[in-house]
């Protein structure tokens, strides 16, 4: 089957850095996104990976390793507003989205 | 204003009624979607659509039907719902060209069956 695990919450101060994981099946693979959803807001898109290798924009950088069917977001330099939940998702062989259940990330001061 | 806009935000209904969700966009995209969120489940797809014409079932399409009225406008509707139903709706659109798949959200559509 299709699955893609995630951890359901974690922890981080202002300012430090924090690396979510996600681990994914997909039958077939076509790319792993990543997208931030603000409590009670719609997801918005954060990042692709379809190759190996760190992807860097700004503060948030994903990696992606397919052969580990492994990949990370990782968020430097935290802010209050980072508070959200991260979602995991993978485009498998039919180009479907396998979603995540997310990991909440709680941000203290 | 949004360019994804779903309505209504929010509704409450019975058990037996039916209830219909509309999503409009002005994105100008041929793929529209609609998702379905619990608490502690991924986004899990309904139906999906790629053209006016064209209807699609996601992995979790009984108890519900869509509508593509246009390429602007894509309806969800619940013929007869039930307490199981209760959940976050989202309507999304995406590009075909655009390899990367990236989905554009709507503000979602709470929806509680009693």
């Known amino acids: 089957g299709q699955n893609i695990d995630q951890p359901t919450e974690m922890t981080a101060t202002e300012g430090a850095i924090v690396q979510i994981n996600c681990t994914y099946q997909?039958?077939?693979?076509?790319?792993l996104f990543w997208y931030q959803q603000h409590a009670g807001e719609a997801p918005t898109f954060l990042s692709y990976?379809?190759l190996d290798g760190l992807e860097e924009k700004g503060r948030f950088s994903s990696f992606l390793s397919r052969s580990k069917g492994y990949s990370y977001l990782l968020l430097k330099e935290l802010q209050m507003k980072d508070s959200a939940s991260y979602l995991c998702a993978g485009l498998d062989s039919n180009y479907q989205l396998i979603w995540g259940a997310g990991t909440k990330l709680i941000i203290k001061p | 204003d949004a360019d994804v806009t779903q309505t209504p935000r929010n509704r409450i209904t019975k058990t037996g009624k039916r209830i219909m969700l509309e999503c409009s966009q002005t994105k100008g995209h041929d793929r529209m979607y609609w998702y379905r969120q619990d608490p502690g489940l991924g986004l899990r797809l309904i139906y999906y659509s790629f053209d006016v014409k064209d209807i699609n079932k996601g992995e979790i399409s009984d108890g519900y039907s869509v509508s593509r009225q246009a390429q602007a406008k894509f309806s969800l509707s619940l013929e007869s719902a039930i307490p199981n139903q209760t959940a976050l709706y989202f309507c999304?659109?995406?590009?075909?060209?655009?390899?990367?798949?990236?989905?554009?959200f709507g503000e979602g559509s709470r929806l509680t069956v009693l």
């Open positions: 990976n379809v």
């Open positions: 997909t039958s077939g693979f076509n790319g």
């Open positions: 999304a659109t995406s590009v075909p060209t655009d390899h990367t798949g990236e989905l554009f």
